[in-house]
């Protein structure tokens, strides 16, 4: 493939390069009940991953409802053993690893806690891949990933034209539109390709399989 030196890729976590679905519903299930809300089925909150906590929460709680207690409450279950319930998508680490290979700066831009998010990362083997990982604060500051990307941009003086985000829902890809960076929506995680190109996504792409080709296009075309 071309040389991406001087290139960057941010990619999304959660629905991106791991499936974390049974962790998260499983925390969000346990937060609802201990809410004193009615508890949905795993298939009616899938909807859940990606999207900062906060927001989903909004959703869902009545609004005399504590959102902060509610997401007390996920972390705590979140963090118990949650956490690493989680699958790497097939293929992922290849694609990752060809583009190390090719000279391409690498960083994670998640809506997930830093601190957990570097757990995850280091769980499943992805530290050697990314110079950095990035995501919220406890307190909700970067949990719109907008502002998380220019943060990303700005501290490691990166181009807006030299830089992709790759994600799988439309959050990662109105933020990377926000900032003037071009998107990949991909299809193996949670958001479909109507919410993506509703999003703003430049590219989509079926399988980690084409990342290669597409992130390749993109640098080139522009």
Request: aromatic share 10%; net charge negative.
């Amino acid at each position: 493939m071309q040389d991406l030196s001087g290139k960057s890729i941010l990619f999304d976590l959660d629905g991106t390069l791991v499936d974390p679905a049974k962790g998260i519903i499983k925390a969000y299930q346990d937060a609802l009940a201990h809410m004193g809300c009615d508890i949905l089925d795993h298939d009616d909150l899938t909807w859940v991953i990606g999207p900062p906590l906060r927001n989903s929460f909004a959703k869902m709680l009545q609004a005399d409802q504590d959102v902060e207690q509610a997401v007390l409450a996920y972390r705590a279950s979140y963090e118990a053993g949650g956490i690493f319930e989680a699958t790497v998508f097939a293929g992922i680490k290849d694609a990752l690893a060809r583009f190390a290979s090719a000279g391409a700066k690498m960083y994670i831009c998640t809506a997930k806690p830093t601190v957990f998010a570097r757990r995850v990362a280091t769980h499943f083997g992805f530290d050697p891949y990314f110079a950095d990982v990035y995501g919220a604060e406890l307190d909700g500051r970067f949990d719109d990933k907008g502002d998380l990307i220019a943060h990303i941009l700005s501290v490691n003086e990166i181009g807006a034209a030299n830089t992709i985000m790759v994600g799988d829902r439309a959050n990662d890809t109105t933020a990377a539109m926000r900032n003037d960076v071009a998107s990949i929506g991909v299809l193996w995680g949670f958001g479909d390709e109507d919410e993506l190109k509703q999003g703003g996504a430049t590219r989509i792409c079926a399988a980690p399989n084409d990342l290669i080709d597409d992130v390749s296009a993109l640098f080139v075309n522009g």
